[in-house]
């Protein structure tokens, strides 16, 4: 398989970005760059993995998959433990709240050749939490050496934990569970700089962060509203995070991980155009249709990506309600050309005021 080729004039660009890029390790996973695309619901699959690793994320991370699932032979679970050929960093996040469940669920992720195992000690939704997973990980904290524990057992490859400042503002707790993760084996700690009680409101406390990855012994990884590619890069040159997670920040600028490696504060326009988006959408359009085989599993998947890439472009909101009513991918695909290209050498201007997926992702 190979992917579909972007102009020379696209992949000169990206080829221009690429190369500023700093390989780093975290213990003993190696990334391509310190920019690495956070886990995120429904978003997370292998072709949008694909589609990021093209575009500069140095690594990334299979969005939240059920230990339960797996145990019991869900195949819609299975099927979401598959990892393309293709994809080189890439690691496979699981939740659940059971030390055996996790550890035996573990033997199966490895069989798809993971280069790590995460652990989701972060997600605030209900569901996941009242079962005792996600967030609700991080209020029994005399239970996590045993989780640890059982499930570096059960794993060849290295194990990470993604977490939250804390449970609420009275439970602040990142450093006691870095101190246990320490003890334990785990190779790195990526941290949102929101409590469960917060959700996705307010702002992430980056202050916080950097308090926490400057005391810290292990690696740790910063993530939340790493939108916009000067506040990455700005953050990416004064942080005690060995690495940064970019979630949201990439739906709308799929170029992020590249322009947040070289900000220039005097020519703050992006290089990549309209056009150049519609050529991220048409590789993104072959990966899917690779990864399945229904239609209607790649309409959805590509309508709201390419929906997504249209912010900050002019008459967005029009081309939105086009998309929407397009009932085929054949249509929506012409619909996306038309608009895109018909674009040129346009850049966007998004409004980052605006409250974007503030339900979750990142």
């Not at 209020?139 to 490859?157: C, G, N, R």
């Amino acid at each position: 398989m190979h992917s579909r080729a972007f102009s020379k004039e696209l992949q000169a660009k990206i080829d221009k970005y690429k190369a500023l890029r700093n390989p780093i390790k975290l213990g003993d996973v190696h990334f391509e760059s310190p920019l690495i695309l956070a886990p995120m619901a429904g978003i997370c699959t292998p072709p949008f993995r694909l589609l990021m690793e093209d575009l500069g994320a140095g690594g990334t991370v299979s969005e939240l998959i059920s230990a339960h699932g797996i145990n019991h032979g869900n195949q819609r679970t299975r099927d979401m433990l598959k990892i393309d050929e293709r994809e080189e960093n890439i690691g496979i996040q699981l939740f659940g709240e059971d030390p055996k469940a996790m550890a035996d669920a573990c033997e199966v992720v490895q069989r798809e050749n993971p280069k790590f195992v995460d652990i989701n000690m972060g997600c605030p939704v209900r569901k996941v939490v009242t079962k005792g997973g996600g967030s609700a990980l991080m209020k029994e904290i005399e239970a996590l050496a045993p989780l640890f524990s059982q499930m570096k057992k059960a794993l060849d490859v290295p194990l990470s934990i993604k977490i939250r400042t804390g449970w609420d503002a009275e439970g602040i707790n990142a450093d006691k569970i870095e101190e246990v993760a320490r003890n334990e084996g785990v190779e790195w700690v990526a941290i949102h700089g929101r409590t469960r009680a917060q959700q996705y409101t307010g702002s992430a406390n980056w202050d916080y962060i950097e308090e926490f990855a400057k005391g810290a012994t292990l690696p740790i990884i910063g993530n939340g509203d790493l939108h916009q590619p000067h506040h990455v890069a700005s953050r990416l040159q004064d942080t005690n995070c060995s690495a940064l997670m970019i979630a949201r920040g990439c739906l709308r600028n799929p170029f992020i991980f590249l322009e947040s490696l070289c900000f220039d504060p005097a020519n703050p326009e992006s290089p990549f155009k309209g056009k150049d988006y519609f050529e991220v959408i048409e590789r993104y359009f072959q990966y899917c249709l690779e990864a399945y085989d229904r239609e209607r599993t790649i309409l959805i998947q590509a309508r709201k990506l390419i929906v997504w890439f249209a912010a900050g472009f002019p008459n967005a909101a029009k081309f939105r309600s086009l998309m929407f009513q397009s009932q085929t991918l054949d249509e929506s695909m012409k619909i996306a050309q038309d608009y895109f290209q018909g674009l040129g050498e346009r850049g966007k201007f998004i409004n980052y005021d605006e409250v974007f997926m503030n339900g979750g992702h990142g």
